[in-house]
């Protein structure tokens, strides 16, 4: 079955940048919306960004708005988080997600949300 596969997480200082990547590890066209999640040790989970199936339409959580733009590559479903302007807020797990039945405009509602990669550690100092 598909697994995601991100890497691109690391080390960065305040105000640096760092660009994730998470693709399916077989072609598929079972992939619908897809998202990157986070979580640091003591916080809940967050969705801090979401992107329809399309690759047109995203959103963002209020925390990175501004700072992080998702995209995707429809031809492969390879997903993208583009973060500049990091702070030391922003260290945790980030994890992508992909829904396996349509969303339709719901792209951002987590409960779709049911294959998931196992995060890559992005730490800011």
């Known amino acids: 079955h598909v697994q995601l596969v991100e890497s691109g997480g690391g080390s960065v200082q305040a105000g640096g940048s760092l660009r994730l990547s998470c693709a399916p590890s077989?072609?598929?066209?079972?992939?619908?919306?897809m998202s990157w999640f986070r979580q640091s040790p003591g916080k809940e989970r967050e969705g801090i960004a979401f992107?329809?199936?399309?690759?047109?339409?995203?959103s963002y959580a209020d925390s990175v708005k501004g700072r992080f733009t998702i995209s995707r590559d429809v031809a492969t479903d390879t997903l993208y988080l583009q973060m500049d302007s990091l702070k030391p807020d922003d260290t945790a797990m980030y994890y992508c997600?992909?829904?396996?039945?349509?969303?339709?405009?719901?792209?951002?509602?987590?409960?779709?949300?049911?294959?998931w990669g196992q995060g890559t550690q992005v730490t800011v100092s």
């Open positions: 997600a992909a829904a396996l039945r349509p969303c339709g405009n719901q792209y951002d509602l987590t409960s779709l949300y049911s294959l």
């Open positions: 077989q072609s598929t066209n079972s992939l619908f919306c």
């Open positions: 992107i329809g199936t399309g690759g047109s339409d995203a």
